[in-house]
């Protein structure tokens, strides 16, 4: 059977697909919420070293690793439709920008309130915190470049080559407590194993399950208002069965 | 443990809620924010073809 691959590659096909989507990652992601959070107050033991504080892993983890996923995912989106100049992976770029945005804001708020009683500092001028301030920047700076030009085409261009440009800083964010010799700590899951007790690494996966779901749904609930806002004078929007 | 004992974190209280509170308003803001802009994507597709009727 020949499957047509580029069927769901045109905003009206989509729109109802991602409509259809949307329960099938919000719902699983509300109950990998509940289990990650259970694993990881009611089953992970305490920490040796941190107490109770290093609770804060099991959201700080999962919101960093997204932000930075997220970043390429959008990056990615962004240059496929500058180069094919398919208008629904431009619409799916601007779509995700607002939820990397809050992942990062996540990752610097828990590292924060982390970072207070550990180092006993909120803030630090550190290789990691920096380029994960400039990954938030990054995300408010693809946005508001987005919304200052009026014609949406040309907004997803300009967009798009400053999400491409900005997609080095991942890896600097992502390398940055090997390359520097930062306050924030190194890896605690590397592919040579871990060092952490298996609900503690349960608990974490479990949350950014649960976190990428999320951002899928929102993203898709996201992108269905920015097709009607993109496609209001076609046709098949006004015989849409909700606009009646 | 005690009720009183999971709530106080060992002393870390604040950090630790303060955290998963923030990140539980920002999850609840996202989705107010999002549906409420699909509603008013709606309302304005409606409009649209509403003054299109009227020519």
Same mark, same amino acid.
């Given at each position: 059977?020949?499957i047509?691959w @580029?069927k769901?590659?045109?905003p009206?096909t989509?729109?109802? +697909?991602?409509?259809k989507? *949307?329960?099938?990652?919000?719902?699983p992601?509300?109950v990998?919420?509940a289990i990650?959070m259970? &694993?990881?107050? @009611?089953v992970?033991p305490v920490?040796a070293?941190?107490g109770?504080?290093? =609770?804060?892993?099991? &959201?700080?983890?999962?919101a960093s690793?997204?932000?930075? @996923?997220?970043y390429?995912?959008?990056?990615?989106?962004?240059?496929?439709? +500058? &180069?094919?100049n398919t208008r629904?992976s431009?619409m799916?770029?601007?779509?995700?920008?607002?939820?990397?945005?809050l992942f990062?804001?996540?990752?610097?708020w828990t590292?924060?309130l982390?970072?207070?009683?550990?180092?006993g500092?909120?803030w $630090?001028?550190?290789?990691r915190?920096?380029?994960?301030?400039i990954l938030l920047?990054l995300?408010?700076?693809f946005?508001a470049?987005?919304?200052s030009i009026?014609?949406? =085409?040309?907004?997803? =261009?300009?967009?798009?080559l %400053?999400?491409?440009?900005?997609? $080095?800083? *991942?890896?600097?964010i992502?390398?940055? *407590?090997?390359?520097?010799?930062? %306050?924030h700590?190194?890896?605690?899951i590397? @592919?040579t194993g871990?060092s952490m007790?298996i609900?503690?690494?349960?608990a974490?996966?479990?949350? %950014?399950?649960?976190?990428?779901?999320y951002a899928?749904?929102?993203? %898709?609930?996201? *992108?269905r208002s920015? &097709?009607?806002?993109?496609?209001?004078t076609t046709?098949?929007?006004?015989e849409?069965?909700?606009i009646? | 443990?005690s009720?009183?004992e999971?709530?106080?974190m !060992? !002393?870390y209280?604040?950090?630790?809620w !303060?955290?998963?509170g923030?990140?539980?308003l920002?999850?609840v803001?996202?989705?107010?924010?999002?549906?409420?802009?699909?509603k008013i994507?709606?309302q304005?597709?409606?409009?649209?073809r509403e003054?299109g009727e009227?020519?």
């Amino acid at each position: 059977m020949a499957i047509n691959w @580029f069927k769901y590659s045109a905003p009206s096909t989509f729109y109802g +697909l991602a409509g259809k989507l *949307v329960p099938f990652f919000a719902i699983p992601a509300a109950v990998l919420f509940a289990i990650g959070m259970y &694993i990881g107050f @009611f089953v992970a033991p305490v920490d040796a070293v941190q107490g109770e504080a290093y =609770r804060i892993i099991f &959201i700080h983890v999962p919101a960093s690793i997204l932000s930075m @996923f997220l970043y390429l995912i959008m990056a990615g989106y962004a240059a496929l439709g +500058l &180069i094919f100049n398919t208008r629904l992976s431009s619409m799916m770029a601007t779509a995700l920008a607002p939820t990397g945005a809050l992942f990062a804001f996540i990752s610097l708020w828990t590292g924060a309130l982390w970072g207070k009683p550990m180092w006993g500092a909120w803030w $630090v001028w550190d290789a990691r915190l920096t380029s994960e301030l400039i990954l938030l920047f990054l995300y408010f700076g693809f946005i508001a470049l987005h919304a200052s030009i009026d014609d949406p =085409r040309r907004a997803d =261009r300009a967009a798009a080559l %400053l999400a491409i440009v900005g997609s $080095v800083n *991942v890896p600097i964010i992502y390398f940055s *407590v090997k390359w520097w010799n930062t %306050l924030h700590q190194g890896s605690t899951i590397k @592919f040579t194993g871990t060092s952490m007790h298996i609900a503690m690494q349960q608990a974490m996966f479990v949350t %950014l399950l649960a976190c990428w779901m999320y951002a899928v749904a929102v993203a %898709l609930v996201r *992108v269905r208002s920015i &097709i009607l806002d993109r496609e209001r004078t076609t046709q098949w929007v006004s015989e849409l069965k909700e606009i009646a | 443990m005690s009720v009183a004992e999971f709530f106080n974190m !060992g !002393g870390y209280a604040f950090y630790v809620w !303060g955290s998963y509170g923030v990140t539980l308003l920002v999850f609840v803001v996202e989705i107010l924010m999002v549906n409420h802009k699909r509603k008013i994507a709606l309302q304005e597709v409606r409009m649209m073809r509403e003054a299109g009727e009227e020519l």
